[in-house]
């Protein structure tokens, strides 16, 4: 199956005495062998990599290497027998197994290698290998041996299906010619024909297996070039099937015998070439052996590619769009190669009715569980019919035959703009949309046989789309498709008991097929660079005049790409307290329906990123947004209630409640001490608790209470104090002392003195914090940085890392800090994006505090390791930030104090 070696043409040079017998015995000549040995490897090493730096393709490369070990190993196993029966050596068969028995050595990969021995010569077998194995130890290589009988091969072939593998890929290296071909005969014949169905079921078995562990999706944020999905191991897997199914030795074998054509062993060929050429310069890149493509590994990939940042993209994420794009279709053919090689006869109760051709349409039928098309030229003549192929799988709930899916891989180009724009196709698309089932493994399929890009071709510009950051799990065009079905699965109602209302909602939509489409290109301007949802909005139009949508839902579709980020940024990042922040927010919706979408849209979104982006914290913020909103686009406004006499009510509620607590004079004082922003803003029964906090604290210097909000994966914390300069800065180191991580936080001030701070906080990995010793802990440090008798930077230095536990390096981006006077009419808005780490909150406040600003309201969102709080702030006379002057500091201040270690 590998090219033949075409550029090694080089000997190892070793002096003809080491060669020679001689009355020296073999240890006396062993470093003169091992030196020449070493040097003959740092030379030829040396050469090639300069090869492959110089641009040499990646079977080059590994022919090369594979041809630089067979010449050393062959050379060796002459010198270390010449002291030896030369009349016994013809009975031992060094035999290469595996990558190097196939000629695949990359820069690390192990040097498989076999004693193979006629059983008389045991004695004679081990120890040639013996001296052969120390050799290529001490020369630093990394050696998997076995010396084995025939007998010895065959039961453990039997055994593991790894062993039968690597002897499938087996060739001579040095002895006796005549022992091998026994070997091809009595061992290699054998296991070609021995229980093919068990081989192929194991090795199967063994491919699902290894793709639960390496990752079963091809978009993997640093992928496994060779065990995961789209690697190397796919290749192999298909080539290994289909030899033992047929019987062949290699690509050429199969051609021959009609199993894969010619154009699919070059396709072969170049994909091995690929994926070989980035898995060689890994490896030279590398410390250590691996075949994980890091995120610092995948830079200089691409730099040594010759990729370059350019408008649209970073050069790194022009490389792995590439690489995910060549991962889809190595999975491709591999997959194809199996099912070719599998597919069988279904067993089946009504097997008559499987094995009978049903006609369903005119071009259509199927068979053996299959949806088939009658003739070649159907496609041709039609190529809107490949739209009717896949919702007629759908409808019927049949997989496409390997041949109707390689026909519309083949009709693609038939699809043109007349062909877009005609009814029948998007009739046929809207119709596959509205369907009650399978609506998401349709649009997979269209994706995976690139029919989707064709028939929309703004789609085709985030096909394998790269974002090079921990924060986006998938490529845009996957993540686009998961987003759908979050939509399909809220519809199917398999989050009813966690989010009813978004169930609801999703339920309700007047055009569900309007929202997937909305879905569906809500990321499409990424293809276009920057500022993607106004670039992908803009394409709106055009898309929806070749779907022949009316004014309205084009409108609608426009409206939802680009506003579908806003719903996330503004709760997340913005205070939902602020009554003007909702009725703008209203305004921009305009109608109920647009509202709805949007939540949807949202939900969808932040589901579809990754596995840890969506969280109860973040639906529960969403969630108040959407009812606020929702409220306001109801009633028209907000009701317009005199705000006096509203706070007359509130207080008088509050009174009542604690009437039998409390001295009503001291809750007087303490409800006008209170803003009303504060009083507005909460409920009767949560300012009737805040002060039964705050009134019970006595002479105390603190007081702290914890609730749990278990389903919804924080614990709220209040606690009540006199105010103190940089409160809010000691609360948050504590927390970080703590490993406590805080989502939100509203810290109240009153006019006298006291401090009321509102913290939502999680576990690192999310969840409440219930461990009632760590609170106790908690109360007891805060109280004593509060107090003086203990600096909260010594608590903070303590939770930090050493140096030698930091992460291997991640994607970063810059630094960021952004000043927005227009967000709030009380407060000036800070926004801060910042590589995350322990402390990091700390460090911000207290430079906030520093600079003189108070902290009104904290929204605090990590993006797995990039960290994006925003803070309300003013100065000390109550005021917005409105100096320049002032603004370009705190801007200096806060980029400084971000890039202290």
């Not at 010619?177 to 063994?206: C, W």
């Not at 070439?273 to 493509?293: A, C, E, F, P, V």
């Not at 007629?392 to 709930?397: F, I, K």
């Amino acid at each position: 199956m590998s090219p033949q070696a075409t550029s090694f043409h080089i000997e190892p040079y070793f002096p003809p005495s080491l060669l020679n017998p001689a009355q020296d015995v073999f240890e006396q000549r062993r470093p003169l062998l091992l030196q020449a040995a070493r040097d003959y490897l740092d030379i030829h090493q040396k050469r090639i990599r300069e090869l492959h730096e110089a641009g040499a393709s990646g079977t080059r490369v590994v022919t090369d290497l594979s041809r630089m070990f067979d010449l050393l190993i062959a050379t060796l196993c002459r010198a270390v027998s010449v002291d030896l029966d030369q009349g016994r050596f013809g009975q031992c068969a060094l035999i290469a197994l595996g990558g190097y028995g196939r000629g695949e050595l990359n820069p690390r990969s192990d040097i498989d290698i076999m004693f193979y021995y006629h059983p008389r010569d045991r004695a004679f077998a081990e120890k040639i290998s013996e001296r052969m194995l120390y050799l290529m130890f001490d020369l630093g290589l990394d050696v998997g041996f076995s010396v084995r009988t025939r007998q010895d091969c065959l039961d453990l072939a039997e055994q593991d299906v790894t062993v039968r593998t690597a002897l499938l890929d087996s060739r001579l290296l040095a002895g006796d010619q005549s022992l091998y071909e026994d070997y091809r005969a009595q061992v290699l014949e054998v296991l070609l024909n021995r229980n093919s169905q068990v081989f192929i079921r194991q090795k199967i078995e063994e491919n699902q297996k290894r793709l639960q562990k390496y990752g079963s999706s091809v978009y993997l944020l640093e992928p496994n070039l060779k065990e995961g999905e789209g690697g190397l191991r796919d290749l192999h897997a298909a080539v290994w099937i289909a030899r033992v199914k047929y019987k062949a030795q290699s690509l050429k074998d199969l051609v021959i015998r009609g199993v894969i054509s010619e154009r699919e062993r070059q396709e072969f060929e170049a994909a091995f070439d690929y994926l070989w050429r980035i898995r060689n310069h890994l490896h030279y890149l590398s410390t250590r052996k691996g075949d994980q493509m890091q995120f610092n590994h995948q830079e200089k990939i691409a730099e040594f590619l010759g990729y370059h940042n350019n408008r649209k993209a970073l050069a790194v994420e022009q490389f792995m769009q590439d690489y995910y794009y060549h991962a889809t279709r190595v999975e491709h053919l591999a997959s194809s190669l199996i099912a070719r090689v599998t597919q069988q006869e279904k067993p089946s109760a009504r097997l008559l009715g499987y094995l009978t051709r049903r006609q369903i349409e005119s071009d259509f039928y199927i068979l053996r569980g299959e949806l088939r098309v009658n003739g070649s030229a159907v496609f041709a003549e039609d190529p809107t019919k490949m739209m009717r192929a896949f919702l007629l799988a759908q409808r019927h709930q049949v997989p496409m035959s390997l041949a109707l899916k390689g026909m519309i891989r083949d009709a693609l180009p038939l699809i043109n703009d007349k062909v877009r724009r005609s009814r029948a196709i998007n009739e046929t698309f809207f119709e596959i949309l509205r369907a009650p089932r399978d609506v998401g493994q349709t649009l997979r399929e269209m994706h995976h046989l690139q029919f989707l890009n064709r028939f929309i071709p703004e789609f085709g510009r985030i096909f394998c789309k790269v974002q090079h950051d921990l924060y986006h799990t998938y490529t845009v065009d996957t993540h686009s498709l998961f987003a759908v079905e979050e939509i399909l699965k809220l519809r199917a109602g398999e989050y009813a008991d966690k989010h009813p209302v978004l169930t609801r909602l999703a339920n309700d939509i007047e055009k569900p097929e309007l929202l997937m489409l909305a879905v569906l290109f809500h990321d499409i301007g990424k293809g276009e660079g920057k500022d993607h949802a106004n670039k992908g909005a803009d394409l709106m139009p055009t898309i929806a005049r070749r779907f022949g949508l009316n004014r309205e839902d084009s409108q609608r579709l426009e409206f939802l790409v680009r506003r579908h980020l806003d719903m996330a940024h503004i709760a997340q990042r913005r205070d939902l307290h602020d009554d003007q922040l909702i009725i703008q927010f209203a305004r921009a919706m305009g109608m109920s329906e647009n509202l709805k979408m949007l939540y949807l849209l949202t939900f969808a979104d932040l589901r579809a990123v990754g596995p840890d982006v969506w969280n109860d914290w973040k639906g529960m913020l969403l969630h108040e947004l959407y009812e606020k909103t929702y409220q306001v686009l109801e009633k028209g406004d907000f009701e317009l209630e005199k705000r006096s006499e509203k706070l007359r009510n509130r207080k008088r509620n509050v009174l009542e409640k604690l009437h039998d607590e409390f001295d009503q004079r001291l809750v007087r004082e303490q409800l006008r001490a209170m803003s009303t922003r504060y009083l507005m803003n909460y409920r009767s029964a949560d300012i009737a608790e805040h002060l039964r906090l705050a009134l019970g604290r006595g002479h105390r210097t603190l007081a702290l209470k914890v609730e749990h909000e278990s389903r919804r994966g924080f614990s709220q914390v209040t606690l009540s104090t006199l105010d103190i300069p940089g409160l809010f800065s000691k609360i948050t180191g504590v927390m970080a002392a703590n490993a406590i991580n805080i989502l939100g936080a509203q810290i109240h001030t009153r006019r006298n003195g006291e401090a009321l701070d509102i913290l939502q906080v999680a576990a690192p990995g999310g969840g409440a914090i219930e461990n009632p010793d760590k609170w106790r802990r908690v109360e007891a440090e805060l109280t004593a940085v509060i107090e003086g008798r203990i600096r909260v930077e010594e608590l903070v230095a303590k939770r930090r890392p050493p140096a030698f536990m930091i992460d291997r390096p991640r994607p970063r981006f810059p630094n960021r800090v952004e000043i927005d006077n227009e967000a709030s009419g009380q407060y000036t808005v800070i926004e801060i994006y910042a590589h995350d780490k322990v402390g990091l909150l700390y460090q911000i406040t207290k430079t906030l505090k520093e600079l003189g600003l108070y902290i009104g309201v904290a929204k605090i969102s990590t993006k797995v390791d990039q960290a994006a709080d925003v803070f309300y702030v003013q100065d000390i006379f109550g005021q917005k930030i409105l100096g320049e002057e002032k603004q370009a500091e705190i801007q200096r201040r806060l980029l400084a104090c971000l890039d202290e270690d």
